[in-house]
């Protein structure tokens, strides 16, 4: 499986050759599938929805890349529909989009709708943003959870073996500071990797490379 996990989308050349390697053609003659489940958790979910499938989202480029074709493939939308149809609009896509947002929502309707059952068995490229990131990892800190799960729980699709501590240093977020990453890291049970904006993580069948042009830091428990 090939994942690209970013703290922002496609922030700088590192990250955009980083994809382009991965996708293995260029970005003009792949198709993409956006998910932007995530976003409905958060009190400005519809606008964020519409911002980040339309490529108004300057501050997180994923979308508007420049890709042969964009779908919305809405997870809370999957259970209602013939399961041959959706899985069929996967294998046929070449990369997943997948947005930020509340990472246990997402985690729990990735779950609901099977497409984490689907994921392991994908030839096609993953590129998470934020929360589209830390939900492949095993678990998920109490500071980064908003939405409760009714089945409970902080367990993510663990389909990595690290965690994550997204936009390392942000202006507008006074908690993301390194010394709040530090504290996030003593009570980290696996590695985890603070990132910041300009910062990415590629992940193919296992090996783990850093992608950046800014700050990050590796905490191993």
Request: aromatic share 10%.
């Amino acid at each position: 499986m090939k994942m690209l996990l970013t703290s922002a989308g496609i922030k700088n050349a590192s990250i955009h050759k980083a994809l382009v390697d991965m996708l293995g053609k260029p970005i003009a003659e792949c198709n993409a599938l956006c998910i932007t489940t995530a976003s409905y958790a958060l009190s400005k979910g519809p606008a964020l929805a519409w911002s980040f499938i339309t490529g108004q989202e300057s501050e997180t480029p994923m979308t508007e890349l420049g890709w042969k074709s964009v779908g919305v493939l809405e997870l809370t939308a999957l259970p209602s529909i013939d399961k041959e149809s959706w899985v069929s609009w996967v294998r046929e896509t070449d990369v997943l989009l997948v947005n930020g947002g509340d990472t246990l929502y997402l985690a729990y309707w990735m779950r609901q709708s099977g497409l984490a059952d689907l994921l392991p068995s994908l030839g096609l490229v993953y590129v998470g943003l934020s929360a589209g990131s830390l939900v492949m990892a095993p678990n998920i800190a109490e500071r980064f959870v908003t939405w409760k799960s009714p089945t409970g729980g902080d367990e993510m699709l663990g389909l990595v073996d690290f965690e994550m501590f997204p936009h390392l240093g942000y202006p507008t977020f006074p908690e993301n500071t390194m010394a709040h990453a530090e504290d996030w890291a003593a009570d980290l049970q696996v590695s985890g990797y603070a990132m910041d904006d300009e910062t990415a993580i590629k992940v193919i069948d296992g090996a783990v490379d850093v992608v950046s042009e800014g700050d990050w830091k590796l905490f191993t428990p």
